[in-house]
């Protein structure tokens, strides 16, 4: 056993081996997190991760290696685990944390929650369940060298989604390759393709299913003896995209038939991945070819940017942008390699007829030309050394947390280069909550600008209240004196209602709704309204923080009053399933410090002096400046453990 022995007190010793913690994750963080956990002296340890390992997470996330590509991170994480502390006990639970199943009170079994995850609808979903619970949540995240680590515990500190994030635009490679969920993923999937295909081939953008990989296999005997065999070899086979592609003369037939049919038959074939999953529909060049314009297919009108083509339509714009790529680089000679451009007319084009087709086949909503040309973000990569720089930071944080010093407790950013005091790692004060945030306020209301003669009810709940509030199985009623049900999350209830516009029901200008997620134990009113003047292609809009900026509502509002999200007799959660799914991370730069490649794309604020704070998602590398943090006294910045000299590095201005 492999422990450390002697570097804390006796009583802090004795909590770790007593108290029960909760890993969600067990990607590049969690692996890193999970070893420091027993080295430190954690015992009592439950870790949740839906995925599998594949190939490409053996480069980081050290607890995997070859012969466990196909099985369980979490499993096989918690059995690498054990190998440095085999007395500890681990739970290991391959699902997902969105599950109904991890309701209130299963949170309230730990003492802590520590979050090791890449995509925001599990962290705003984790945010809510620990607010709920009343449990501390240490939040973590990594962009290429940056990093952050804070603490969220409630009444305390700003909650997860007290501050607004910036929209995901890179994200995990098997997720690109294998489970698409968002039509960003498609994106940048077909941003992948156009590199294989035309320009500079890498390794780590693989779009297809790898025949030769050993997760193509479910036994694990088999799995296990397909690795060793190509250790033998030396490593996996792969086939190069380019060189295929060339060998058939970029024939876009062959190329629609093997990226959209036979890849997506293949990835049928891994079952495992569609048991809590939509499966995917393959496409056939020849069937649709056959059809001419299949059944369904609607003539584009408006603008050519702005047009969302059918099927048929994306399938003769692939084959007309590839032929023209083809040309530009025979053009070239030998050897040429084209570069993704957004304003190349032929490379956009390729990357929306391929990214609307994959879009088509995972069963999402198709975008047009614009939508994707503005969703095309840079990639930023995983980097090993951030993620255990990052693990260690949340280990220090618990330690606080355990032994009951909150305050103590410190936002954490990692830099890429050394701030003007030559530091990269910064220390803040804990930010108090928002008190107009729309989840951790003791009573969450928005107003919501919207059409209600155009806005359907389904509209409202996937757009508005899943998508854009974060909610997993929403209940929404009028507040009409009559507790109108408008959604139900018990399956098939209000189905009729969807297709309805919202006006249908009564609902206009000063309506306001209660939504309810009993699974987040979470209680949302929303002042609806009504606008039609909104831009184009806009369906609503959250007006501000301040919900009074509404019209004055209906005066039956007396239970409303109290509502309060975290009560202790909440409801049993919904039965309800939902889809289970961005690592956020902010920066803090001295003035005059060098802009960051992953930061300098969109900083928001012009410096006045000390220092800039910005959000930055690692998915985008977009920063949003916080609020101006002025009312912090000179008193506040000295109860700060660095010294004095550190104020200037916690103080945001705009």
Known sequence: MVQLVGSLRKELAESLSTCRVLVVGAGG????????????????????????????????????????????????????????????????????????????????????????????????HVNRMCLAADIPLIESGTAGYLGQVTVIKKGLTECYECQPKPTQKTFPGCTIRNTPSEPIHCIVWAKYLFNQLFGEEDADQEVSPDTADPEASWNP???????????????????????????????????????????????????????????????????LESQGRPQGEVKAVGLKDQQVLGVWGYCQLFQHSIETLRSELQEK????????????????????????????????????????????????????????????LIVMEGLKVVSGELESCRTIFLNKHPNLR?????PCILDPPCANCYVCA???????????????????????????????????????????????????????????????????????????????????????????????????EVVGDAPDKAPPPPSNQEDASSIANGNKDSAQP??????????????????????????????????????????????TGEASVKRPRTNQSHGAADADDDDDDDDDDIIALD
């Open 221 to 287: 005997a088999e799995t296990e003896a397909r690795a060793m065999a190509s250790e033998t070899d030396g490593d996996i086979k792969r086939v190069s995209t380019k060189e295929w592609a060339r060998s058939t003369g970029y024939d876009p037939a062959k190329l629609f038939n093997k990226l959209f049919k036979d890849d997506i038959m293949y990835l049928l074939t891994m079952d495992k991945l569609w048991k809590k999953r939509k499966a995917p529909l393959p496409l056939d060049w020849h069937q």
């Open 29 to 124: 963080i969690g692996c890193e997190l999970l070893k420091n956990l027993v080295l430190t002296g954690f015992k009592n340890i439950e870790v949740i991760d839906l995925d599998i390992i594949d190939v490409s997470n053996l480069n980081r996330q050290f607890l995997f290696q070859k012969k466990h590509v196909g099985k369980s991170k979490a499993q096989v994480a918690k059995e690498s685990v054990l190998q440095f502390c085999p007395t500890a006990n681990i739970t290991a639970y391959h699902d997902s944390i969105m599950n109904p199943d991890y309701n209130v009170e299963f949170f309230r079994n730990f003492m802590l929650v520590m979050n090791a995850l890449d995509n925001r609808a599990a962290r705003n």
């Open 574 to 619: 919904s039965t309800s399933n939902a889809p289970a799914e961005v690592d956020d991370v902010m920066i803090v730069e001295s003035e005059g410090e060098e802009e960051e490649e992953a930061s300098s794309s969109s900083a928001a604020a012009v410096p006045t002096s000390g220092t800039k704070r910005k959000h930055l998602d690692d998915e």
């Open 333 to 392: 000679g030998e050897g040429a390699e084209l570069v993704w451009d957004k304003d190349d007319a032929a490379a956009l084009d390729f990357v929306t007829a391929a990214a609307n087709l994959r879009m088509h086949i995972f069963s999402m909503t198709m975008k047009s030309r614009f939508d994707i040309k503005s969703m095309a973000g840079n990639i930023i990569p995983a980097i090993a050394t951030t993620n255990a720089i990052i693990a260690g």
């Open 422 to 426: 030559k530091k990269l790692l910064v």
């Open 442 to 540: 003791s009573r969450p209301e928005v107003t919501v600008k919207l059409n209600v003669l155009k806005t359907t009810v389904l509209a409202l709940q996937d757009r508005i209240l899943k998508e854009r509030f974060g909610m997993v199985a929403p209940d929404v009623n009028i507040e009409d004196g009559k507790g109108t049900i408008l959604i139900s999350s018990e399956e098939g209830e209000t189905d009729a209602n969807n297709g309805k516009f919202l006006s249908d029901f009564g609902i206009r200008n000063g309506s306001r709704l209660q939504s309810d997620d009993f699974l987040q134990d979470y209680t949302l009113l929303i002042n609806v309204l009504h606008a039609e003047d909104l831009e184009k292609d806009v369906e609503f």
